[in-house]
């Protein structure tokens, strides 16, 4: 069993960052793909970033060059650097784990997800 818990939401106007922190404890955090999803009012949930066991990343082409998907040392903290921000980012952002390698974007095969963080920007 895998516990997360999100951080870092908040409101910002177009064009500015915000950093959100995702805490994991329970299962080693070191054996689980992670990453952060996002969903919108009336869309589906969509993958933004991941990380692998072996640090490579992947990104959703609406997010390449402007967020960083990141983790300590330790892989407890899962963060992701949000820059330039456009009000269609606006959603409630979810850290997920998934135990073993990651299989892409897809929402589907992680397992564990934390309760949400909104993220707000206005136009």
């Known amino acids: 069993q895998v516990h997360l818990v999100e951080s870092g939401g908040g409101s910002v106007q177009a064009g500015g960052s915000l950093t959100l922190s995702c805490a994991a404890s329970?299962?080693?955090?070191?054996?689980?793909?992670m990453g952060w999803f996002r969903q919108a009012p009336g869309k589906e949930r969509e993958g933004v970033a991941i990380?692998?066991?072996?640090?490579?990343?992947t990104y959703a082409d609406s997010v390449k060059g402007r967020f960083t998907i990141s983790q300590d040392a330790t892989k407890n903290i899962l963060s992701l650097q949000m820059n330039s921000l456009k009000p269609e980012d606006s959603a409630m952002y979810y850290c997920?784990?998934?135990?073993?390698?990651?299989?892409?974007?897809?929402?589907?095969?992680?397992?564990?997800w934390g309760q949400g963080t909104q993220v707000t920007v206005s136009s």
């Open positions: 997920a784990a998934r135990w073993g390698v990651c299989a892409g974007l897809r929402a589907g095969p992680f397992g564990y």
């Open positions: 990380v692998d066991l072996d640090g490579s990343t």
């Open positions: 329970g299962d080693t955090p070191s054996t689980y793909c």
